[in-house]
């Protein structure tokens, strides 16, 4: 807020949960923050996108922000440009849905879970392709982060199952079969 008072009073929202301050030729302020060009925003590649969790929010399961920290570190390592999303609860303020790669937290059986959706967009919804315990989120990222991008983003469900299928079955649970035959 104070940012925009210092220049036009106003802000831009956009869908992507960003916010467009428009700034005067010289800037004004005592904040310190980071200035990026609108035209190179885009789509950034390699984002990642959380709700607050449960550092502040009562609903939710999980710390989306240690989760979302942790996945940035291996988007980064391993040179991604997946875009992931995290959602702390089953409210989905941190649209998993739509992400190329979605973390929505849930519990089942009393512990922390992840459901994990692939090749979602602002036009539509991932696939849900199964759940892991929510403290081995980084083993699928891992896997998916190795995954040709386009196979994720077009939600290639077969290639995709295959790989993940790789990671102990005791920590990730593949329900893509039994979701076909349900819908």
Do not use: W
């Amino acid at each position: 807020a104070k940012i925009a008072e210092d220049n036009y009073g106003f802000v831009v929202l956009f869908n992507k949960q960003v916010i467009e301050v428009p700034l005067k030729k010289e800037l004004r302020t005592t904040l310190n923050y980071q200035l990026i060009d609108p035209f190179d925003y885009g789509d950034i590649k390699g984002d990642v996108e959380s709700c607050i969790g449960n550092d502040f929010c009562p609903p939710a399961i999980v710390s989306t922000s240690n989760v979302a920290e942790g996945i940035q570190k291996i988007l980064r390592e391993t040179k991604s440009g997946l875009n992931v999303k995290v959602s702390g609860c089953c409210h989905s303020c941190g649209r998993h849905q739509i992400g190329e790669v979605g973390l929505g937290a849930s519990m089942r059986e009393g512990r922390p879970k992840f459901k994990i959706y692939i090749g979602g967009d602002n036009y539509k919804l991932g696939k849900l392709i199964g759940e892991v315990d929510a403290d081995r989120y980084e083993e699928v990222i891992r896997v998916l982060s190795s995954i040709d991008e386009d196979k994720i983003r077009k939600g290639k469900v077969d290639e995709i199952e295959s790989l993940l299928s790789k990671v102990p079955s005791s920590r990730v649970k593949i329900k893509v079969r039994r979701l076909r035959t349900v819908s």
